[in-house]
């Protein structure tokens, strides 16, 4: 049933949107994300743009529950004629599963306006779930990006960047409670990979390994940005994982 309220309250928002003359635009009024069982929190990013003559202000955000958090630019936040920004909830997952559906409700000095939010929890292989994995990839590294896989291995990476994207896309394997005994904990690597290497294994894969070619030039699921950020983070030019 969380997938049918979803609905409704998309569809219900989404026309009061696009009534004439609304102060303030939403890239989305309804998203919906996933992520992969076991992880602590999730973040969602709302962007509002000012499209009125006149500033307007947010005052607050109220949350449906106690267990999200919105940060904003400011509170009040100002946003002059044209100002764009963006509208962060932070939502913990600890203790739940399955399908949530949240709410948050930006109080604005033009009235109020109401964004919902999905987060769609995948559950965790079985151990027979991950030799048959395990034996796919052995014939083909990149069918973990096919079939069944992808609710693990590409739905919670969409839209990601740096250590939210190694979360989602890397430590599902590398970072795993379970973790297979051929696949290497990144963070003892010794000696540490350089950038050239980090960027070659992230993009073309690692031959006579599980290792796939995440590129999206090279049959995976990543952007170039996104390679890009897991580089960064990996060969320490940001925080690493």
């Given at each position: 049933?969380?997938?049918?309220?979803?609905?409704?309250?998309?569809?219900?928002?989404?026309?009061?949107?696009?009534?004439?003359?609304?102060?303030?635009?939403?890239?989305?009024?309804?998203?919906?994300?996933?992520?992969?069982?076991?992880?602590?929190?999730?973040?969602?990013?709302?962007?509002?743009?000012?499209?009125?003559?006149?500033?307007?202000?947010?005052?607050?955000?109220?949350?449906?529950?106690?267990?999200?958090?919105?940060?904003?630019?400011?509170?009040?936040?100002?946003?002059?004629?044209?100002?764009?920004?963006?509208?962060?909830?932070?939502?913990?997952?600890?203790?739940?599963?399955?399908?949530?559906?949240?709410t948050a409700i930006v109080q604005?000095?033009?009235?109020?306006?109401?964004?919902?939010?999905?987060?769609?929890?995948?559950?965790?292989?079985?151990?027979?779930?991950?030799?048959?994995?395990?034996?796919?990839?052995?014939?083909?590294?990149?069918?973990?990006?096919?079939?069944?896989?992808?609710?693990?291995?590409?739905?919670?990476?969409?839209?990601?960047?740096?250590?939210?994207?190694?979360?989602?896309?890397?430590?599902?394997?590398?970072?795993?409670?379970?973790?297979?005994?051929?696949?290497?904990?990144?963070?003892?690597?010794?000696?540490?990979?350089?950038?050239?290497?980090?960027?070659?294994?992230?993009?073309?894969?690692?031959?006579?390994?599980?290792?796939?070619?995440?590129?999206?030039?090279?049959?995976?699921?990543?952007?170039?940005?996104?390679?890009?950020?897991l580089v960064e983070l990996l060969?320490?030019?940001?925080?690493?994982?």
């Open positions: 049933m969380a997938w049918l309220l979803a609905a409704w309250l998309g569809l219900g928002v989404s026309l009061l949107a696009q009534q004439p003359g609304a102060p303030l635009t939403f890239d989305a009024l309804h998203k919906q994300v996933s992520v992969r069982f076991g992880q602590t929190n999730v973040v969602v990013h709302f962007s509002v743009t000012n499209t009125s003559p006149a500033p307007v202000v947010i005052r607050d955000v109220t949350l449906s529950c106690g267990c999200s958090v919105a940060s904003l630019p400011a509170q009040p936040w100002n946003l002059p004629p044209g100002a764009q920004g963006q509208l962060t909830i932070t939502t913990d997952l600890r203790g739940k599963r399955g399908s949530l559906v949240k604005a000095s033009t009235g109020t306006r109401v964004l919902t939010y999905q987060v769609d929890i995948q559950e965790p292989a079985t151990p027979e779930e991950r030799a048959r994995n395990q034996t796919l990839a052995k014939a083909d590294r990149q069918a973990v990006f096919r079939g069944d896989c992808t609710r693990c291995h590409v739905e919670p990476a969409k839209g990601k960047l740096g250590r939210e994207l190694f979360t989602a896309a890397c430590g599902i394997c590398h970072a795993a409670e379970h973790r297979a005994s051929m696949v290497p904990d990144l963070r003892t690597l010794r000696p540490p990979p350089n950038r050239a290497n980090w960027e070659r294994w992230i993009t073309h894969g690692k031959p006579d390994t599980l290792m796939p070619a995440f590129a999206g030039k090279a049959g995976g699921p990543l952007t170039e940005d996104q390679v890009r950020s060969a320490g030019t940001s925080p690493g994982p």
